[in-house]
């Protein structure tokens, strides 16, 4: 859905910072992000390769990702669904 988009290009000085502090893309991988809006058009049923697991049973709402999709979805409705972004990288 999101995979390798890198970090985005207009990332507030902060975040910036925050990525540089982890060494930036040479000691970081799976760099990505990705807008409520896209989160909330996400078909969740859908299945990995295997058909096994659903992204509800990896990210959905009844796992630790749930609190940070509450938050994105309540941002949203103040700044808009396009204007609420989670940058993620794996250390």
């Not at 060494?23 to 058009?41: C, F």
């Amino acid at each position: 859905m999101a995979e390798d988009r890198g970090f985005p290009d207009d990332a507030s000085d902060e975040l910036r910072a925050e990525f540089a502090g982890y060494g930036g893309p040479d000691d970081v991988h799976g760099t990505t992000w990705l807008t409520w809006a896209e989160l909330d058009a996400a078909d969740w049923q859908e299945t990995n390769a295997s058909g096994t697991r659903t992204r509800a049973s990896a990210a959905g709402t009844d796992t630790d990702w749930g609190r940070v999709w509450s938050v994105m979805r309540l941002l949203s409705e103040i700044h808009g669904a396009e204007n609420v972004r989670l940058v993620v990288w794996f250390y």
